[in-house]
């Protein structure tokens, strides 16, 4: 059973910072994907940033410049370094990543809520 496990999300006012962490429990395929998305209250859920494991990245316009997408390959983890955060990056942030050795597809986490407050 594949599981990602999301962590450091909180509540931080305009212009601080944050690290979200998502670890998988699985080993996954050489050609794989990381990234996050995120779901504000009575919005649907929209890419924030994704990173291969080649290293290549892409990142949502609303984020670029502000947030940073990491990986360590050796312990299948994403981090997501927030930055001058804004009260519209408030959110429940989700990791998706795949696939897997145990699984094909995309596999998403349960979810950490971040929240920015003015």
């Known amino acids: 059973q594949v599981q990602l496990v999301e962590s450091g999300g909180g509540l931080v006012q305009a212009g601080g910072s944050l690290r979200l962490s998502c670890a998988a429990s699985?080993?996954?395929?050489?050609?794989?994907?990381m990234g996050w998305y995120r779901q504000a209250p009575g919005k649907e859920r929209e890419f924030v940033a994704q990173?291969?494991?080649?290293?290549?990245?892409n990142y949502a316009d609303s984020v670029k410049g502000r947030f940073t997408i990491s990986r360590e390959n050796a312990k299948n983890t994403v981090y997501l370094q927030m930055n001058s955060l804004k009260p519209e990056d408030t959110a429940v942030y989700y990791c998706?990543?795949?696939?897997?050795?145990?699984?094909?597809?995309?596999?998403w986490g349960q979810g950490t809520q971040v929240t920015v407050s003015s």
């Open positions: 998706r990543a795949g696939p897997f050795l145990a699984g094909a597809g995309l596999f």
């Open positions: 699985e080993r996954m395929f050489s050609t794989n994907v």
């Open positions: 990173m291969n494991n080649d290293g290549t990245a």
